[in-house]
């Protein structure tokens, strides 16, 4: 079983407010559709935010959506490359962000973990910056701080909750117009993407077992429309 790490676009940081905080900037229409919370940060031009989605998939296909690094750009808000660094360490990946004009290409590196609750299998995928793995880019601005998290809630119908939610430290100014647009953008493009790769009979698997995945701690977990990872 090949070894992956999941990585995301943006991220949340550890110094954000309550939850009590967050402001919704979009409501769903449907089950299907997608929730968007913002939030701002001080210190900072981007807002966090938060989007959720409700999708008639079991939590396996999900996982199995976030476990395709290489296929990130179909999907994650203005990626546009993104690859495992296995030369870096098993759970480490490289994302390349494309550049809302005037604003510079950025990238990260980052390590990602997942957690899961026994009693709910609720699954989190949190991702972190790695600082001093790659080489920065020319002409490329790396980001200072990731912190991302992917929040799986399998439900009692089948169907699964994602929760997405993010902040990041872009490095540089940004301008407001152009934070305002990402913090609104982001959530929404992302999860609607994720929905619809979601659909590709590839991503339907039958057991944990067909996952090209493996981090430290999910052994012995369970992901509702498959078996457990052994």
Same mark, same amino acid.
């Given at each position: 079983?090949?070894?992956?790490?999941?990585?995301?676009?943006?991220?949340?940081?550890?110094?954000?407010?309550?939850?009590?905080?967050?402001?919704?900037?979009?409501?769903?229409?449907?089950?299907?559709?997608?929730?968007?919370?913002?939030?701002?940060?001080?210190?900072?031009?981007?807002?966090?935010?938060?989007?959720?989605?409700?999708?008639?998939?079991?939590?396996?296909?999900?996982?199995?959506?976030?476990?395709?690094?290489?296929?990130?750009?179909?999907?994650?808000?203005?990626?546009?490359?993104?690859?495992?660094?296995?030369?870096?360490?098993?759970?480490?990946?490289?994302?390349?962000?494309? !550049?809302?004009? *005037?604003?510079?290409?950025?990238?990260? #590196? =980052?390590?990602?973990?997942?957690?899961?609750?026994? $009693?709910?299998?609720?699954?989190?995928?949190?991702?972190?910056?790695?600082?001093?793995?790659?080489?920065?880019?020319?002409?490329?601005?790396?980001?200072?701080?990731?912190?991302?998290?992917?929040?799986?809630?399998?439900?009692?119908?089948?169907?699964?909750?994602?929760?997405?939610?993010?902040?990041?430290?872009?490095? !540089?100014?940004? *301008?407001?117009?152009?934070?305002?647009? #990402? =913090?609104?953008?982001?959530?929404?493009?992302?999860? $609607?993407?994720?929905?619809?790769?979601?659909?590709?009979?590839?991503?339907?698997?039958?057991?944990?077992?067909?996952?090209?995945?493996?981090?430290?701690?999910?052994?012995?977990?369970?992901?509702?429309?498959?078996?457990?990872?052994?």
């Amino acid at each position: 079983m090949r070894k992956i790490v999941w990585i995301t676009l943006l991220v949340l940081l550890p110094a954000l407010a309550s939850a009590s905080e967050w402001r919704q900037v979009r409501s769903a229409t449907e089950r299907t559709d997608v929730d968007v919370w913002v939030k701002p940060v001080e210190g900072n031009p981007l807002n966090a935010f938060r989007g959720r989605i409700e999708v008639p998939y079991p939590m396996l296909t999900a996982i199995a959506v976030l476990a395709d690094v290489e296929n990130f750009p179909k999907w994650v808000f203005q990626c546009h490359a993104a690859r495992l660094v296995p030369e870096a360490g098993d759970d480490i990946a490289y994302i390349h962000i494309k !550049g809302i004009w *005037p604003v510079s290409d950025r990238d990260g #590196v =980052a390590r990602t973990k997942i957690t899961q609750d026994p $009693q709910t299998l609720t699954t989190v995928l949190h991702t972190v910056a790695a600082h001093g793995l790659i080489d920065e880019i020319p002409g490329t601005v790396r980001l200072p701080a990731l912190d991302n998290r992917f929040i799986l809630q399998p439900l009692a119908d089948g169907w699964t909750r994602i929760t997405f939610e993010t902040f990041v430290d872009p490095g !540089g100014m940004i *301008p407001g117009w152009l934070a305002n647009l #990402v =913090a609104t953008r982001a959530p929404l493009t992302t999860l $609607q993407k994720m929905h619809e790769r979601m659909k590709i009979p590839r991503y339907q698997l039958d057991s944990a077992d067909q996952l090209p995945i493996h981090l430290p701690g999910t052994e012995g977990m369970i992901f509702p429309g498959g078996a457990p990872l052994i």
